[in-house]
């Protein structure tokens, strides 16, 4: 059984940072290129960027280039969402998931992923 399980979230004030975590069981970890998706109340969900098998390459949404980053770390199952000088509208869950099918390209829509984890609540104060 597939578990993505997302740790990290909470709340903070607006220009603070956090990381995010997300685990993954159940699956060669080295063979998934991760997502990271957010959905803020009343909107749908959007992708906040996505990390291939290897780390080596990465895509952001445009509107968050630059404060957000993502990196994994394979030796422990494990991708990661950094989140820098965060903005009241950048409060959502956040949800990491996972891609098993070989893509040439990096996959960014939400259709694209297999697995998903639970999400977790970030929430920006002003």
Not at 30 to 41: D, E, I, K, T, V
Not at 110 to 126: A, K, L, M, P, R
Request: one cysteine or more; proline letters at 3%.
């Amino acid at each position: 059984q597939v578990q993505l399980v997302e740790s990290g979230g909470g709340l903070v004030q607006a220009g603070g940072s956090l990381r995010l975590s997300c685990v993954v069981f159940g699956r060669t970890f080295s063979n998934l290129a991760m997502g990271w998706f957010r959905q803020a109340p009343g909107k749908n969900r959007e992708l906040v960027g996505v990390i291939d098998r290897t780390g080596s390459r990465l895509y952001y949404s445009d509107s968050l280039k630059g404060r957000f980053a993502i990196s994994r770390d394979n030796a422990k199952n494990t991708v990661y969402l950094h989140m820098n000088s965060l903005k009241p509208e950048d409060t959502a869950v956040y949800y990491c998931a996972a891609r098993q099918r070989p893509s040439s390209s990096l996959p960014t829509g939400n259709y694209e992923y297999d697995y998903w984890g639970q999400g977790t609540q970030v929430t920006v104060s002003s």
